[in-house]
């Protein structure tokens, strides 16, 4: 089973950046932020040569 890391710290910090911007100005338009993940395939996941 593969899996994806998620910048967990990161992403709470971003989450807390943007509702205070939200808060200090509500007319403030949607903010899209997009952090980097990683991919760890494993062992079953990978195609086999045979």
Avoid: C, F, K
Wanted: glycine residues 6%.
């Amino acid at each position: 089973m593969s899996t994806v890391r998620q910048p967990t710290y990161e992403l709470g910090r971003a989450a807390a950046q943007l509702l205070a911007g939200r808060i200090d100005n509500p007319a403030r338009p949607a903010a899209r932020m997009v952090l980097q993940t990683e991919l760890h395939p494993r062992e079953s996941s990978r195609p086999r040569h045979g």
